[in-house]
């Protein structure tokens, strides 16, 4: 009788075991943890011709992670026709546009999807000025697992992209003091 209660007691706990590694690997990962593990852009990746500070686009970047905890990266596109990464919550300042921002930016729809690891939802969506002009686009990354609500995350991008909308009279704004 005493052999079928220790089986059962070492299979609860490798099931406990199990839940506590389980929950672990699904905690959300920090900001700071999803920049770390960004890969270092290539030197051809660059522009090596980008000088200009965008202190306003850096400060609508800071107002919108403060406003959203729920989104781990920002980054905005601008400086047509080029699109460098002007302002962002980890470096890259100055990386030229790539075929996805490029996309956005000249079709007008958000690019959405999931990264190759699983554990990111990207949605790039046009950057707009107040009259509606696409000026560039915004890269947002929020943490996803399997069944978290795609929908939801896009419309929290949606209303990003509305907030820095109603900021933003015209491109060179950005440029402009913060």
Do not use: W
Request: charged residues 25%; neutral net charge.
């Amino acid at each position: 009788m005493k052999k079928p209660h220790a089986i059962l007691t070492l299979a609860a706990v490798a099931v406990l075991n199990l839940s506590v590694y389980a929950a672990t690997a699904c905690a959300q990962e920090t900001r700071e943890q999803a920049a770390a593990h960004l890969r270092k852009p290539e030197t051809k990746e660059m522009d090596p011709t980008f000088t200009t500070a965008a202190p306003f686009a850096q400060k609508l970047v800071d107002e919108a992670l403060a406003k959203h905890p729920e989104v781990l990266l920002l980054a905005l596109h601008a400086g047509a026709p080029k699109y460098d990464i002007v302002a962002s919550n980890f470096g890259r300042i100055g990386k030229l546009g790539d075929e996805d921002d490029l996309r956005c930016i000249h079709t007008g729809k958000d690019n959405l999807e999931v990264n190759k690891e699983g554990i990111h939802f990207e949605d790039q969506t046009p950057l707009r000025d107040q009259s509606g002009k696409i000026i560039g686009a915004i890269g947002i990354v929020f943490s996803y697992k399997p069944g978290d609500d795609k929908m939801k995350l896009q419309a929290i991008a949606k209303q990003i992209q509305a907030e820095m909308k109603a900021d933003i009279p015209s491109s060179k704004r950005l440029f402009g003091p913060a």
